[in-house]
Every structure is written in C-alpha cells, then in structure tokens.
C-alpha cells in the first residue's frame, strides 16, 4: 500500500442542545513528549490561529467518543463516521458525557499526525470543520497499525450545563435589558412551564409564551415579538426539565408569563 493519506469529514451538525469535563494543557507522555492525540490537537491550533481564530479546548468526553470510534476504524480498516450497529456521531459524544450545541467530525488514515493535518487542511470540507468559528472544544483519538495512524477528531460548540435558577437568572437579565420588570414569582412561571395543570387564581398573566433552546444568550423570537407590541411592563420567568423528544441533547425549557 502506498504511504497515501485516506480521510473522511462529516460536516458541522447544528443540533441544538449543553459545558463538557474539559482540561487546557496537553497530556504529555512519560518522556515528556506529546502524545499523538495531543500533537493533532497543536497543528490544529496552530492552523486555526494562522486564520485569527481562537484554540480549540481538548475535551475529555469527544476524546473518548473519537477514540471509540477510531478503534473501530482500525479494526474495520477503512474510513467511515458510521460502522453498522454504531450510534451516528451524536449519539457517541451524548453518551461519552459531551454537551454540545453543534457536532462536527474529521476522520483520517496516514503516516503521521503532520501529514494527516495536512490533508485535513487541503480538504475542503475538513478545512471547514478545523476552521470552523462555532467550534470551541475537541477531542481526538488515534490509534497505530501496520505503520499507519487512523484518527479521528470530534469537534463541538460546547454549551454550558445550567441549573433552573441559573437558567431562569439568565432569562430575567435578558428581560431586563428589555426595561421590563421580571420580578414577578418565579413558582407560577415554573407551574405554566411545565403546564401541569392551571395557574393560580388571581395570578392570570396577559400572555404565556413558553420555548426551549440551547442558547440563551438571546431571547427567542416569539418572545422579542410580545414585548415589540409594548403592551407588557411585568414578567415572570419559570425553567423546567426539557422535553423528552430533545434526546440526545441538552436545552432548556422556560415559560415567560408577561403581565
């Protein structure tokens, strides 16, 4: 076989869900060394800061997750983002403990760590991936056979992992830099976000618009529209556990009572 250089890319998945276990600095071997894994990671980083882009934050749980998979890579000795009876990539980051908003992934077999970052980087869709400004954290699994590397690199836009209260503070910030007063009781708010059942008597706000996102460092459309129609001066702000159809993924659920 030729030392040629065999690579597959899946595209960013933007699939809204959030924070992984992350760790800053590269695991070093016992020689002081970096080791394969590690060694992808800092020619990544350093394509990324070529084109003024921020590094990459190696993430413990897409470590394992493209470990996993590249070790099948091996086995099965080809190239693919899914083998028969294997969770698609999603499913693989979810269940190694990722919390992600998007998902990309690149996958290779070549001589060495250089030389498959460098065919990463003349590949058009694994460019994008490794360029890609959405993309924050990555984990990276390599594995040696026959003289050759199979790789596999997990990128993602990490989200971060909020309680209700945190979910809910940042809900109220956003609707205050609206000059809205949101501090109406939050347990009637929690009540309609769950929708078990009716609210309290006395307690009817004038309109409930209740959402579930990955991201909120904005409020959502339906909600900008209600306060746009300036007939609202209060609100009350309840989370609750997402629903069940998210799967894989992590998001939070909210009603916003205005009033």
Partial sequence: MN???FIA??????LFAP????QDDPTQGGDGSIDKPHR????????RA??????????????RAAQTHTERMAQE???SHQYPGEPPVTDRASQAGAHFQAIAENTAMGGDERAIEKEWMNSTPHRTNILDPQMNHIGIGVVARNGYLFATEDFSNAAEVLNVQQVEDKVVALLKAQNLDASMPRDIAETACLGQGPLPTGSTPRAIVRFQTSDLSQLPSQVAAQLHSGQFTKAAVGACTPAPQQGNFTSYRVAVLLY
Avoid: F, M, Y
Wanted: charged share 15%; hydrophobic share 55%; with cysteine.
């Fill in 40 to 47: 992808i990671l800092e020619l990544t980083n350093q394509d």
């Fill in 77 to 79: 000795k080809s190239l």
């Fill in 9 to 14: 890319a899946c595209a960013g998945l933007l």
């Fill in 19 to 22: 924070h992984a276990h992350a």
């Fill in 3 to 5: 030392r040629a250089i």
């Fill in 50 to 63: 070529a084109h003024g882009l921020q590094p990459l934050v190696w993430d413990d749980a897409l470590a």
